[in-house]
């Protein structure tokens, strides 16, 4: 649509900056912490860009009140950080660390502070290895359980003070990562019947997450973080529109349509049966998903790319079950479902070093589709640019990282105006952080770590890039001022 002047950022809109657990915290194994499916994940070779873990991480365990100050001196409205299961609970369930609950009592107290609203993710990729020792984590129904267990506690004891709560990040990234790409743990490859049960799985812990917490604080905001890369069809040709609609039931409503619904996809589900490899649903599974869906309160959508959506022969490409995780660009290829779709790449779009595609007004398409189709409000609880950045007498000039951010922000401000209500915009990440397959190498924050692949390098001093101030005054206008 097409207005005559823009009415802005609505008031109180919160302009954040986000984090997860296991790529900032370090302290792996500190106060009582146990492990997690990446600490174990991240030893086997090859796995990681360089053998690069998370162990120290940007040391964020015990520098957390010179990181919360800095965003405090910036004006940040919120940080989303999550938390890490295997600090609560080092078995997953059973006996509560005490340590683990101090730790996030003074992150939280600390954003409060400075009057920074917490927004917390309860789950991040991180399943305490005990439980995937015992009983195959993710794998095994039993999971549910101790899932809700963990989350109440964490609302229990954070609810008086956290008012915005993310259940799961990327629920389609770590379940097809880990079970069809073998690229996350657990490592397992075209897995498809045990990747949509473990789906299933984690809808449930959501589900039931959700009903927990509005026991307890009906009041308070919850959603799913959904990985959003829209699609556009490669042309006019009914072909690649009828693969458009295949590649989002399978890849975009089957998640959403659960959060916002309470339902599968009607068509992915009689495709998944046709194959053998939809989920089993136990009998209430149908009744909670409905109820926990009317109780969303936002969509949240971490976007980063669009795609491109083309039919694909029977005896079309497939999936190689690769990634460019070096910053090598253009050394991505074209992957596909065989008798479905395949995924070109845009040529009228730029794209990033690590083969990303930058396309802002994506972001604006998100927000429309979410509108129309759930009318539910909205949260971009991550958008940001991975880059390489250099370090130059304590400088870092990244003006590719302002222009990303700003020509996203551009596009979101005509969301607000087309009626989207959008409620927040994090960008990834506050500072460098570990990028889980891709090292130390592909920068995202607005405060540069001095730390590389190996351990124990660099002074893990702060400094604050270009971008710091930038968005800086980005806050400090609402959005107005965005040069
Ligand atoms: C999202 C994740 O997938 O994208 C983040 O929620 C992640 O944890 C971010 O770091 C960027 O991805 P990457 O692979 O470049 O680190």
Redesign the pocket.
């Known amino acids: 649509m097409n207005y005559k002047e823009s009415q802005g950022f609505p008031e109180n809109f919160l302009w954040g900056s986000a984090s997860?657990a296991y790529?900032v915290e370090g302290a792996y194994l500190e106060d009582g912490k146990g492990l997690s499916n990446w600490d174990t994940f991240v030893r086997i070779p090859g796995k990681t860009f360089k053998g690069t873990t998370g162990d120290i991480a940007v040391d964020h365990y015990h520098r957390y009140q010179e990181d919360i100050q800095l965003m405090g001196e910036m004006g940040l409205k919120t940080y989303r950080f999550s938390i890490a299961w295997s600090r609560i609970y080092p078995k997953g369930k059973g006996e509560i660390n005490p340590k683990g609950i101090e730790f996030y009592n003074h992150i939280i107290d600390e954003c409060l502070k400075y009057h920074i609203e917490p927004m917390v993710t309860i789950y991040?990729w991180d399943i305490p290895q005990a439980l995937v020792d015992e009983y195959g984590g993710w794998e095994n129904r039993q999971v549910v359980e101790d899932f809700v267990n963990y989350a109440t506690t964490l609302f229990k004891e954070y609810g008086d003070r956290v008012k915005y709560w993310i259940t799961m990040?990327?629920q389609n990234?770590f379940t097809g990562h880990g079970w069809l790409a073998g690229m996350h743990p657990p490592g397992k490859v075209d897995d498809e019947k045990t990747f949509y049960q473990v789906n299933h799985h984690a809808n449930i812990a959501h589900a039931k997450s959700v009903l927990a917490l509005k026991k307890l604080y009906l009041n308070d905001l919850v959603g799913a973080s959904f990985?959003y890369s829209p699609s556009y069809a490669y042309d006019r040709k009914p072909l690649n529109a009828m693969a458009k609609m295949d590649h989002d039931d399978l890849n975009i409503y089957f998640w959403m349509d659960v959060y916002a619904y309470g339902r599968y996809p009607r068509t992915a589900m009689k495709y998944l049966e046709s194959k053998g490899v939809a989920p089993l649903l136990e009998k209430d599974d149908e009744r909670i998903l409905k109820e926990a869906s009317k109780l969303l309160d936002f969509m949240g959508v971490?976007y980063?790319q669009s795609c491109v959506v083309e039919y694909n022969p029977e005896d079309g490409v497939g999936t190689t079950h690769e990634m460019n995780t070096t910053g090598i660009k253009g050394t991505s290829k074209v992957q596909g479902v065989p008798g479905l779709y395949k995924k070109p790449q845009n040529e009228f779009l730029p794209t990033t070093d690590?083969d990303w595609t930058i396309d802002p007004m994506g972001l604006r398409y998100c927000c429309r589709e979410i509108t129309s189709r759930y009318d539910l409000p909205i949260v971009i609880s991550?958008n940001g640019l991975?880059a390489y950045d250099k370090l130059e007498d304590g400088k870092i000039h990244d003006p590719y990282r302002i222009d990303y951010l700003r020509s996203h922000i551009e596009e979101l401000k005509k969301a607000c105006d087309d009626g989207c209500r959008v409620l927040a915009y994090c960008t990834?990440?506050y500072s460098d952080?570990l990028?889980?397959?891709?090292g130390y190498q592909?920068r995202?924050g607005f405060v540069y770590i001095d730390r590389d692949e190996q351990e124990n390098t660099g002074t893990l001093n702060r400094y604050k890039k270009d971008s710091y101030y930038w968005y800086q005054k980005v806050i400090q206008t609402n959005g107005n001022d965005l040069d």
């Open positions: 997860a790529q991040h990040n990327e990234i990985a971490n980063y690590w991550e991975g990834w990440s952080v990028s889980w397959l891709n592909k995202y």
